[in-house]
């Protein structure tokens, strides 16, 4: 389905050449610990044939949240865990992504488009985010708000990233799709990215 996005506000365009100048980041995010959470967003992978970091969260040392595609998969980390996924985006068209993840009984679901993609049970048990680090968009933190290498930098565009306190619903999943708009996230909201662009990254209404 087409993706009306220019109605929800702004994109954030990653352009190329890749460049580790290039990112957004928000110092200190994530206002509570993590005991689950929902991450989405819209993205429009250039095709590359590279892996790209979208998402990058860090408190104490690497990744404690990181959520990157590739021409084979799409993942996300959880304290540098890596949970993969058999669906590309690679294919220069507008995609829907979703993650959920909670540490009772590890489950970590994607949705792509509206739809279940697949799930990893047990996956960081009893783990829990700590709050008050660095989030990055664009980049793969190797140190806490730095250590970016350029293999991984973003070249895409990104819009309606927002991440919640909570598991979302199918229900909800699916409407944002449906509906080509993500609403504000309890935990990060897609407004404050606006402000918070480095290097060559390009603000589009």
């Not at 429009?44 to 021409?71: M, R």
């Not at 999943?173 to 935990?187: D, H, K, M």
Request: with cysteine; hydrophobic share 35%.
């Amino acid at each position: 389905m087409p993706f009306q996005l220019f109605l929800l506000g702004y994109l954030l365009v990653f352009p190329a050449p890749r460049s580790i100048e290039n990112y957004a980041m928000k110092y200190p995010a994530i206002p509570s610990d993590l005991s689950q959470l929902s991450l989405c967003f819209f993205v429009k992978v250039v095709t590359d044939q590279k892996l790209q970091s979208i998402f990058s969260y860090a408190k104490l040392d690497e990744n404690d949240i990181y959520a990157e595609s590739s021409p084979t998969e799409t993942a996300l980390g959880i304290n540098d865990k890596h949970g993969s996924f058999n669906a590309s985006v690679y294919d220069g068209a507008w995609h829907h992504l979703c993650f959920t993840w909670e540490n009772t009984y590890g489950e970590l679901r994607l949705y792509k488009n509206g739809q279940f993609e697949g799930q990893h049970m047990g996956f960081e048990v009893g783990y829990t985010v700590r709050s008050g680090g660095h989030l990055v968009l664009g980049q793969d933190q190797d140190t806490v708000g730095g250590g970016f290498e350029l293999e991984n930098t973003l070249n895409s565009q990104l819009a309606e990233v927002n991440m919640w306190d909570r598991v979302l619903s199918e229900k909800e999943i699916a409407a944002q799709y449906t509906n080509c708009r993500i609403p504000s996230g309890s935990v990060v909201t897609w407004s404050e990215f606006k402000t918070l662009t480095h290097g060559s990254v390009i603000v589009k209404h």
